[in-house]
Nanobody, 122 residues
Framework: QVQLVESGGGLVQAGGSLRLSCAASGRIFSINGMGWYRQAPGKQRELVAAISSGGSTNYAFSVKGRFTISRDNAKNTVYLQMNSLKPEDTAVYYC????????????????WGQGTQVTVSS
């Protein structure tokens, strides 16, 4: 069974920084894309940033220049460095792993983490 475990959320003042981590555990053969999504109260879940297995990145316009996504393929871990945080960044942040091949099934499967709260005060 593959699990994604997130850490690093919390409360920070506007202008501050946080670093989120998401580690995929289990008998994993490979992971294609990894990414971070967020969902604010009353809003739909939206893509924040994504990174391919080869390191190509994609960002939401609202976070470009402030957030940086990276991954450690050897550790099956993805990170999100968030700088210059704004109150509108407040949301639950979810980690996603796309087309994960587990050794048990070798069937491409999409996984989500449980979410971590990020709150930015003004």
């Amino acid at each position: 069974q593959v699990q994604l475990v997130e850490s690093g959320g919390g409360l920070v003042q506007a202008g501050g920084s946080l670093r989120l981590s998401c580690a995929a555990s289990g008998r994993i053969f490979s992971i294609n894309g990894m990414g971070w999504y967020r969902q604010a109260p009353g809003k739909q879940r939206e893509l924040v940033a994504a990174i391919s297995s080869g390191g190509s990145t994609n960002y939401a316009f609202s976070v470009k220049g402030r957030f940086t996504i990276s991954r450690d393929n050897a550790k099956n871990t993805v990170y999100l460095q968030m700088n210059s945080l704004k109150p509108e960044d407040t949301a639950v942040y979810y980690c996603n792993a796309d087309r994960v091949l587990s050794i048990a099934t070798m069937t491409p499967t999409n996984y989500w983490g449980q979410g971590t709260q990020v709150t930015v005060s003004s």
